[in-house]
T-cell receptor, first 108, second 116 residues
Framework: QKEVEQDPGPLSVPEGAIVSLNCTYS??????FMWYRQYSRKGPELLMY????GNKEDGRFTAQVDKSSKYISLFIRDSQPSDSATYLC????????FGQGTTLQVKP | DTAVSQTPKYLVTQMGNDKSIKCEQN?????MYWYKQDSKKFLKIMFS???????INETVPNRFSPKSPDKAHLNLHINSLELGDSAVYFC???????????????FGPGTRLLVL
């Protein structure tokens, strides 16, 4: 079993839709959960990170961690074409362990 | 100013050749990393250096040898290139070794390596 699993998509939504991106992880000891965004032909950039359980909100983005089910989510409200990118969930444990990334396309 | 830079951006070479990729960060960070992203966009760590000392060495063939001449630079030398080495290689840096305290890693733009 991979340490972090993520559905690679692709996911295509109309502009303005609410997007839900999800990952599961295997080790209940993990504490730091991150979401990176990677535009085509660019390096990943940190979008949000959360520590332990709970929610964290930043503008249109909400990161959520459910440690009981080992599930992490990223919600994007009022999605925009500029949100089209690959979103990578990651666990930080001395190194970053990434999910496979979900490719999102937001159509105008 | 670019925070983490890599050269070259593109590298096309023949199987069996030896090549190097260079990385520099101007953030004053202590820790640098090399990651490999395959054709399915799966990103995996290869090496990490903290203050010029190797601290992470994942299961990577010996043909890959990182070198850190100083804290701001981490280079990757690859001997006897194979078809399977074709990928995008990303350099990253963080203020300190990401031991679980939430250290943010900043990534470079990547080097696209194609082995023919």
């Amino acid at each position: 079993q991979k340490e972090v699993e993520q559905d690679p998509g692709p996911l295509s939504v109309p502009e303005g839709a609410i997007v839900s991106l999800n990952c599961t992880y295997s080790n209940s000891a993990f504490q730091y959960f991150m979401w990176y965004r990677q535009y085509s032909r660019k390096g990943p950039e940190l979008l949000m990170y959360t520590y332990s359980s709970g929610n964290k909100e930043d503008g249109r983005f909400t990161a959520q961690v459910d440690k009981s089910s080992k599930y992490i989510s990223l919600f994007i409200r009022d999605s925009q074409p500029s949100d089209s990118a690959t979103y990578l969930c990651a666990i930080l444990t001395g190194k970053l362990i990434f999910g496979q990334g979900t490719t999102l396309q937001v159509k105008p | 100013d670019t925070a983490v830079s890599q050269t070259p951006k593109y590298l096309v070479t023949q199987m069996g050749n030896d090549k190097s990729i260079k990385c520099e960060q101007n953030l004053g960070h202590d820790t640098m990393y090399w990651y490999k992203q395959d054709s399915k966009k799966f990103l995996k760590i290869m090496f990490s250096y903290n203050n010029k000392e190797l601290i992470i060495n994942e299961t990577v063939p010996n043909r890959f040898s990182p070198k850190s001449p100083d804290k701001a630079h981490l280079n990757l030398h690859i001997n006897s290139l194979e078809l399977g080495d074709s990928a995008v290689y990303f350099c990253a840096s963080s203020q300190a070794f990401s031991s679980g305290d939430g250290e943010t890693q900043y990534f470079g733009p990547g080097t696209r390596l194609l082995v023919l």
